[in-house]
């Protein structure tokens, strides 16, 4: 009998989360190597596996028939070994907790891309939920630009879920690539004229039938026009959407995401979960100050996001290039980490530039050209 060899990934570098163990579970799958995942979120204010990584994990078992020890609450250590290669089909899993569905997603999509056909996945947990991507975020964002690299994922909402109740679910349908990843290439900054506002506000908020939403539409509009050149207020597209949950934990507001788009390939999202329980009005002032941050530098792509492309960069058929603003993130000094140990070859290069005064790296990927075969 021949002893696994394990691959060895300590999660407590960088970032020190889920960031780690997710890109390691479906890199996992992927090139069907053995992993042993230590010091899990070792750092957190609650150390070890939590309710979504749980969730992750059981599915991703199911995929593979992985063998997986150690997969327990508070785990700080698991190994995890695939027995065969990613099988396409109809799963069900997740939480009954409020464990964010979006971050579960960031695991399935590339892993079951590389089946052999579409994979129907119904999750649970929460839809909306603080220190995690929202779903409108991944409709709007995440799904075009995965779309750049031939990447095709839906999702159907079926139950929101708010925390801290969640029981949200949704219904996730991912196509098999045909062949390869294509690489992708956003480094041009162009202007920003497109954007979306999503209130979650509570039912009993009187707010929600007035111009609430006003100051931080003017605030916005008022700086898009006086940092870039060439642009008036009737230029820029306005949408608002408006949602009243019931929500006993919060006075007045949930959740205010934001959205900008450029005129070509510019995406940026900032996600404002109001924890502190704020009024409207100063939730809306948080939005607004992490709006400026994010656009008074040079790069395409909020720093959410930044991370959310490096895997399927270093795994697509040839070099890919994003632009980002200047502080490269600990979720992607996490993410370079995970590719380093799985793909000791793949090439990742950061260069700083500055563009008309702004300035901003590029991150290079010379991606390895991993087949679906």
Excluded: W
Excluded at 75 to 97: F, H
Excluded at 117 to 125: C, E, P, R, V
């Amino acid at each position: 009998m021949v002893d696994v060899v394990y691959l060895q990934i300590d999660g407590s570098l960088h970032e020190g989360g889920g960031q780690i163990i997710r890109s390691s579970m479906a890199l996992s799958n992927i090139l069907q190597k053995p992993i042993q995942l230590k010091n899990i979120r070792v750092n957190r204010p609650n150390p070890g596996l939590n309710n979504q990584l749980m969730g992750a994990i059981k599915l991703m078992r199911e995929i593979t028939k992985a063998q997986v020890e150690g997969d327990k609450q508070k785990s700080l250590k698991i190994t995890y070994e695939p027995q065969m290669k990613i099988k396409s089909g109809n799963y069900a899993g997740g939480s009954q907790s409020a464990a964010a569905i979006s971050l579960m997603v960031q695991s399935l999509i590339p892993t079951m891309i590389f089946g052999k056909a579409q994979s129907t996945i119904k999750l649970s947990g929460g839809s909306d939920v603080n220190k995690s991507p929202p779903l409108e975020t991944i409709q709007r964002i995440l799904k075009p630009l995965l779309e750049k690299m031939g990447v095709h994922f839906n999702y159907n909402l079926i139950t929101e879920g708010y925390y801290p109740r969640g029981g949200g679910q949704i219904q996730l349908e991912v196509q098999p690539i045909a062949d390869y990843i294509k690489p992708i290439n956003i480094t041009k900054r162009t202007i920003i004229n497109k954007i979306y506002l999503q209130f979650i506000l509570t039912e009993t908020c009187e707010k929600a039938q007035k111009d609430y939403f006003r100051p931080l539409k003017k605030d916005i509009i008022s700086f898009l026009v006086s940092k870039q050149s060439g642009i008036k207020e009737e230029d820029i597209e306005f949408e608002v959407d408006v949602k009243q949950i019931k929500n006993k934990k919060y006075k007045e507001c949930y959740s205010i995401v934001a959205h900008a788009y450029g005129s070509e390939d510019n995406y940026f999202a900032f996600s404002f979960y109001n924890d502190d329980d704020l009024v409207v009005e100063d939730a809306s002032q948080k939005v607004y100050e992490n709006f400026v941050k994010e656009l008074s530098e040079g790069g395409c792509l909020d720093e959410y996001h930044q991370d959310q492309l490096l895997l399927y960069m270093a795994l697509a058929n040839g070099e890919s290039q994003i632009r980002v603003n200047p502080a490269i993130t600990d979720h992607s000094l996490a993410c370079f980490y995970v590719l380093k140990e799985f793909i000791p070859e793949v090439k990742i290069d950061v260069i700083d530039e500055e563009v008309e005064g702004r300035k901003s790296k590029i991150i290079k990927i010379a991606g390895v050209g991993f087949k679906n075969q």
